[in-house]
């Protein structure tokens, strides 16, 4: 949760299993192609070519003023309404540079698209000390369904002293938690990095190819990469990283900071590693109490934390925590959480796309 940053070559979010899904970025034109000008696309066949069935609203966003807007926060508030009977996707192409912008877009279907993974940089500084709760200190809030982002940064700047900053809040509504929120969610070839409880949230999410970077937090702290916040037992959401690496950020010096993979933010807290690479920086423990200093019997029951075929001097499951809650699964439990059976992907997302439905 603190000082938090976010890359994202592909980052889809879904609501639900709806027939309008963001596009591959195979299909789409490269940022230089059109001219910097405000394209209304009608008809069927532009938004085949985006991958919609419903017309594509494409704007532009340059800081030099090529293009239609400086800031993507006037892009976003000059988005047409989509309506049932009216309905559009509203695409803002953002060209290179540091916007320093706090967003809130809780529109349907907006795609960022951005000229490429720190190049085009949606920053923001705050933290929850300084500029109150923690969901107001994200750098980007997406509540609308269908959320897209791709090709750009998103970051956010405050430091261990901001205490609790996000950089990209996603979620298919507004209810109170954070970060990987609600609904569905891919996240592809992401980088991702922070300190203490970065990939947090009650989504249901894959993160496949990401690649999650350590940082050293405040003086004392440990880390911990993961707090899912799976609440009753008969939900169904949970984080599931496959192919992904966890590393020290480069430059940075973790010597002396434990590392965990996760730990329970709620009782029934979800989550695996599997045929990912895992650093010597991870705790042989692996996984923690929410208190590191007390132990609660009943949630190291309650929760499902689970390791599948990683690999790397962090991956060795021999000393890890021993809790009821904790195992080391097989093949056939770890398919249950490939994108194909974790999130349906092969229903909903674009064929191009390039991803693994099952396991490698
Ligand atoms: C203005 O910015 C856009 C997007 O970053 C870039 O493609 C374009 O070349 C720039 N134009 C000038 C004149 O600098
Ligand atoms: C974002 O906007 C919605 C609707 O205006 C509002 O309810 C919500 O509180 C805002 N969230 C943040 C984090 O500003
Ligand atoms: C920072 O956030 C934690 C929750 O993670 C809270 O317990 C702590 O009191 C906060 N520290 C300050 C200085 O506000
Ligand atoms: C928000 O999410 C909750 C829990 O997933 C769901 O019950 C509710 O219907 C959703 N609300 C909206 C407006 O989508
Ligand atoms: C890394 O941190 C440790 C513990 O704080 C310190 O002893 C060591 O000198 C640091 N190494 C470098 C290269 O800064
Ligand atoms: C991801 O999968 C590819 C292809 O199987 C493999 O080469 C690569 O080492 C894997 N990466 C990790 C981090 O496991
Ligand atoms: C979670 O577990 C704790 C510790 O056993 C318990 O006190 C609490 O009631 C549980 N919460 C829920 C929502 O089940
Ligand atoms: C685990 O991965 C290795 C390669 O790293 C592979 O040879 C082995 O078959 C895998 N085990 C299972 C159970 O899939």
């Known amino acids: 949760m603190k000082n938090t940053s976010l890359q994202l070559p592909l980052l889809l979010v879904v609501a639900a299993l709806v027939c309008c899904l963001p596009t591959s970025g195979a299909e789409l034109p490269g940022w230089a192609k059109p001219r910097l000008q405000r394209l209304l696309r009608g008809g069927a066949r532009s938004a085949a070519a985006h991958g919609r069935r419903f017309p594509v609203v494409e704007v532009t966003v340059a800081k030099n003023g090529s293009g239609d807007y400086r800031t993507i926060a006037a892009a976003l508030a000059a988005a047409p309404k989509s309506t049932k009977k009216v309905r559009s996707s509203y695409t803002i192409r953002i060209g290179e540079g540091t916007y320093i912008e706090q967003l809130n877009t809780t529109r349907r279907d907006v795609t960022l698209f951005g000229d490429g993974v720190g190049k085009t940089v949606i920053t923001g500084n705050r933290g929850s000390l300084k500029h109150?709760?923690?969901?107001?200190?994200?750098?980007?809030?997406?509540?609308?369904?269908?959320?897209?982002?791709?090709?750009?940064?998103?970051?956010?700047?405050?430091?261990?002293?901001?205490?609790?900053?996000?950089?990209?809040?996603?979620s298919s509504n507004h209810t109170d938690t954070l970060y990987a929120e609600n609904g569905l969610q891919l996240y592809l070839d992401s980088v991702i990095s922070g300190t203490v409880d970065f990939v947090f949230g009650n989504a249901k999410a894959v993160f496949q190819r990401c690649h999650l970077l350590v940082r050293r937090g405040r003086e004392g702290a440990h880390n911990i990469i993961?707090?899912?916040?799976r609440d009753k037992p008969g939900d169904d959401t949970g984080f599931s990283f496959q192919n992904c690496s966890i590393m020290a950020k480069p430059n940075e010096n973790l010597t002396g900071v434990e590392t965990?993979?996760?730990?329970?933010?709620?009782?029934?807290?979800?989550?695996?590693?599997?045929?990912?690479?895992?650093?010597?920086?991870?705790?042989p423990k692996g996984w923690v109490e929410w208190d590191k200093s007390k132990h609660v019997l009943e949630t190291t029951k309650t929760v499902s934390y689970m390791e599948f075929n990683n690999t790397g001097p962090g991956s060795d499951t021999s000393r890890r925590v021993n809790w009821e809650g904790f195992s080391v699964v097989?093949?056939?439990?770890?398919?249950?959480?490939?994108?194909?059976?974790?999130?349906?992907?092969?229903?909903?997302l674009p064929n191009a796309l390039n991803y693994k439905p099952g396991l490698y």
Do not use: C
């Open 132 to 170: 109150g709760d923690m969901p107001s200190s994200a750098t980007v809030t997406a509540s609308g369904r269908g959320f897209m982002a791709r090709d750009l940064t998103i970051q956010n700047t405050a430091g261990p002293e901001g205490n609790q900053s996000l950089a990209l809040r996603s």
């Open 226 to 229: 993961t707090a899912q916040g």
């Open 260 to 283: 965990f993979l996760g730990r329970p933010w709620k009782n029934h807290s979800h989550v695996i590693f599997m045929q990912s690479f895992l650093d010597g920086i991870v705790h």
């Open 330 to 348: 097989d093949a056939s439990k770890a398919e249950e959480y490939t994108v194909d059976r974790f999130i349906h992907g092969t229903q909903w």
